[in-house]
């Protein structure tokens, strides 16, 4: 069974500092595809990276990077010289590939940061 | 890029009354679109798959009576929330899988926030 696991439910830290979120996935299949989404107040979910399982480079966008580690089954997101603006939950999703498609995300119970000016 | 819409984007309804939210595809056909319901400050959760031209499948406990979906074309998938109560307030999500036309990711729609009164 798929499952998408946050450690850390709420991080605080001042603007400007760095910050890690950690996202540790389970499932049985081979081929499969990692997400991460901003939702801020809005609601509304931003795309910010996909990953499929055959990419293990680390990717680097902006202030954003991610590293996938597959041999510890992690998907960890940084974002450095944080600002107020990212403030906003963070979700971690796995979706298992049906042939050339999607089958269901599977998110993550998400991480709330919040950055203090 | 591609674009998921939804409407209406809020609703507020008296209880025992039924609400329609609609879900569309604008730039893409989506062979597959999936509704997500998200409780306050808690993560997506997936009611159900809808297929175009076949019937939904619902994730484990979740009423099919209750949550009526309709996936009549490529690019619309609606929800009907029949005799709505309280406890079905929540934030309605939903998403389109774009691997069937130009596309190749699952795209998210802005979300329905439905108030049951």
């Known amino acids: 069974a798929q499952k998408v696991t946050q450690a850390q439910t709420e991080i605080s830290v001042v603007e400007k500092e760095d910050v890690t979120l950690d996202c540790v996935y389970e499932t049985r299949d081979t081929t499969y595809y990692l997400f991460w989404y901003k939702q801020p107040p809005s609601g509304e979910l931003v795309f910010l990276i996909r990953?499929?399982?055959?990419?293990?480079q680390n990717e680097i966008s902006g202030r954003y990077s991610w590293n996938f580690q597959k041999s510890t089954s992690s998907f960890n997101f940084t974002i450095t010289a944080s600002q107020v603006v990212d403030s906003a939950v963070y979700f971690c999703a796995l979706s298992e590939a049906l042939g050339t498609s999607y089958d269901k995300v599977i998110f993550g119970p998400g991480t709330s940061l919040s950055v203090i000016p | 890029g591609a674009v998921v819409s939804q409407h209406p984007s809020w609703v507020i309804c008296k209880s025992g009354t039924s609400v329609k939210i609609e879900c569309r595809s604008l730039d893409f056909q989506a062979t597959t679109m999936f509704w997500y319901r998200q409780f306050p400050k808690q993560s997506l959760m997936l009611m159900a798959t809808?297929?175009?031209?076949?019937?939904?499948?619902?994730e484990q406990g979740v009423e099919k009576d209750k949550f009526l979906i309709n996936h009549a074309s490529l690019t619309l998938s609606t929800l009907t929330v029949t005799s709505a109560h309280p406890e079905d307030s929540s934030f309605y999500i939903c998403s389109a899988d774009g691997t069937s036309g130009a596309t190749d990711t699952q795209y998210f729609g802005p979300g329905t926030r439905l108030t049951v009164l």
């Open positions: 809808s297929n175009e031209g076949s019937k939904a499948t619902y």
């Open positions: 990953r499929n399982s055959f990419d293990e």
